[in-house]
């Protein structure tokens, strides 16, 4: 991990450490966004957050590219730059009605961007050295709300731009979103599960902005990378502008379908895959089409592909008119594991 980063992480630790007043923490997974959480109310009562690694935990750069992120704008139709959302049912260890954060939602994202960079192998350069990236990363936040009611509702939109320094020429630059929803439960949330919800949804949304920026990265520099260039789809992933993959030269033309251009020819559905950085986990049930929940979120209905961060899970299916069947299961990065799930009446 780049040192100035390093020392970033760790200065706001200490603060926290320092401060008599903030509640118990809660420890993030890698590349999450986390932190501690209290009541806030119109009186302006701030929930505490701070994202947390280990910086010994940190992958080493693997490619040449080096980049820096400028600080996203935050777009938000909202005046307080810490609002997440409103708070309408009891939440263990909160009160109030409004959910706010210790930092602008900014930094937030903007922390959260560099960390996923720096976790998939890129230079992040910071101080002095950001000079010298190749690239230049910003964007804005056009939308980032977490509302807790009866079913705790989720929306992240988060635009980004990648430029070339020497040129200031635009690569890529696109929109990912994320929306979801959840019931928390008879028993209801607490702070951590509060936690756990936000960190999901910016792990979802930090992982499909590299994967999009990286590959047309890989398009534009290959050397950088020691791949075969090209680009692949995201779903959620809205892209504006990026290279133009050039076509293999045939000695016969690519028969296409009557009527139909190269250009509107659709690219097939990005599959998910076990990576470097993540596991795949595959969900069946008999019967199918049960309700797959993923520590506490929903994910959709089986059977169910999902590229997962390394670490011990908890999976949760349901179907009406059948028993809910809850297990752990332990994901290995790089790894398949496949769980089938028998559900009694």
């Known amino acids: 991990m780049n040192v100035l980063l390093q020392r970033s992480v760790l200065s706001c630790l200490l ?52 980049v820096r992120v400028v600080k996203y704008a935050d777009q938000r139709k ?84 990648v430029k070339e320094v020497a040129t200031g020429k635009v690569v890529w630059s696109g929109l990912v979103t994320e929306k979801n929803q959840r019931f928390a439960g008879v028993s209801g949330n607490n702070k951590e599960d509060v936690i756990a919800y936000l960190n999901q949804g910016m792990r979802v949304v930090t992982k499909k902005t590299i994967e999009a920026i990286g590959a047309s990265l890989m398009a534009t520099r290959p050397e950088l990378f020691n791949l075969t260039p090209g680009t692949k789809p995201i779903q959620g992933v809205t892209v504006y502008v990026a290279p133009t993959a050039v076509a293999p030269v045939t000695n016969s033309p690519v028969a296409l379908p009557a009527g139909a251009t190269a250009a509107s ?36 209905m089986s059977p169910l592909r999902l ?32 769980l089938e799930l028998n559900l009694e009446r």
């Open 15 to 66: 603060l926290l450490a320092g401060c008599s007043t903030i509640g118990n923490t809660v420890d993030s997974v890698k590349n999450s966004v986390s932190g501690v959480f209290g009541g806030g109310d119109a009186q302006g009562n701030a929930l505490t957050s701070v994202d947390k690694q280990n910086p010994s935990a940190s992958t080493l750069p693997k490619y040449a590219a080096t």
């Open 265 to 300: 020819v659709p690219t097939p559905a990005y599959t998910p895959h076990a990576s470097a950085t993540e596991g795949l986990l595959l969900v069946n049930t008999n019967p199918q089409r049960a309700k797959v929940y993923l520590d506490g979120v929903y994910f959709g």
């Open 307 to 338: 590229e997962m961060a390394p670490g011990v899970h908890a999976i949760s299916v349901k179907l009406e008119g059948y028993k809910m069947v809850t297990e752990k299961v332990s994901v290995r990065k790089g790894d398949n594991t496949e």
């Open 78 to 161: 909202i005046a307080n730059p810490r609002l997440l959302g409103e708070v309408t049912t009891h939440v263990g260890g909160m009160s109030g009605s409004e959910l706010l954060i210790d930092q602008d939602v900014s930094d937030l994202a903007t922390l959260a961007i560099k960390k996923r960079f720096d976790s998939e192998g890129f230079q992040v350069m910071e101080g002095s050295s950001a000079n010298n990236a190749l690239f230049e990363i910003s964007g804005v936040i056009k939308e980032l709300t977490l509302d807790i009611k009866e079913r705790d509702q989720i929306s992240i939109g988060i635009e980004s731009t």
